[in-house]
C-alpha cells in the first residue's frame, strides 16, 4: 500500500459519490464497476485482493458496506478507506432521508407503489452481476470448478428456498475451502 497523491485521494472519493447513487440494493450492488476501477483502470488492485477485501469484510459481523472502507483501505491506508467510505455513504444517506420523508406521505400512490416494484428486478440483477464477479477467480480454477459450481449452486438454491441466515452459508463455504474442496 502506497500513499496516493492528492489528486488520486479526491478522485477515489468522488468516484465512490457517484456510485452511491447507483447504489440500489446497497454497496454491494457497485462491485462490479467498484472492480473495474480498482483493477482495470486504476491498476491499483489485483483481482485476488479485490476478491479477498470483499470476503473479509462480509465474513465480519457489521453492515454490508464494510468492504468499501477496506478496499479504500488497502490502495491509500485510513485516508483511503476514509475517502471512500465517506463517498459512499454521505450522498445516499441525505438522499434516502430525503426521499423517506416525501415517500412516506405518498406511500399509497400509484407513483411510488410503481417505482418501488420496479427497483426490485434492478436490485436482483445488480446482486447477480456482483455474485458473478465475485464467482469468477474460483470458476476459473480447473482444479476447483467442479467444487465451487457445486456450492455457488447449493448457496443460491439454499437463499432462495430458505430464510437461513447467510452466515451459515458463509461458514459452510469456509469449511470447503479450509478442506480443500473449492
Request: glycine fraction near 10%; hydrophobic fraction near 60%.
Amino acid at each position: 500500500m502506497s500513499a496516493l497523491p492528492a489528486a488520486d485521494l479526491a478522485d477515489l472519493f468522488l468516484h465512490f459519490l457517484m456510485l452511491s447513487l447507483l447504489s440500489i440494493g446497497g454497496a454491494m450492488s457497485t462491485a462490479p464497476e467498484m472492480h473495474r476501477y480498482f483493477v482495470a483502470e486504476r491498476g491499483w488492485l489485483a483481482d485476488a485482493d479485490f476478491t479477498t477485501a470483499i470476503a473479509l469484510a462480509q465474513a465480519a459481523p457489521g453492515p454490508n458496506v464494510l468492504f468499501v472502507p477496506v478496499l479504500g483501505f488497502q490502495v491509500a491506508g485510513v485516508i483511503g478507506a476514509a475517502a471512500a467510505l465517506v463517498g459512499i455513504l454521505l450522498p445516499s444517506t441525505l438522499l434516502s432521508l430525503g426521499v423517506s420523508r416525501w415517500g412516506a406521505s405518498r406511500r399509497n400512490t400509484p407513483g411510488v407503489r410503481a417505482f418501488t416494484a420496479g427497483l426490485a428486478p434492478v436490485t436482483v440483477g445488480l446482486v447477480f452481476a456482483t455474485g458473478w464477479l465475485l464467482a469468477l477467480p474460483f470458476v476459473g480454477a480447473p482444479e476447483h470448478r467442479l467444487g465451487a459450481l457445486a456450492l455457488i449452486g447449493a448457496t443460491a438454491l439454499v437463499t432462495l428456498k430458505t430464510r437461513l441466515a447467510p452466515m451459515w452459508m458463509i461458514a459452510v463455504g469456509a469449511l470447503a475451502g479450509a478442506l480443500g474442496w473449492v
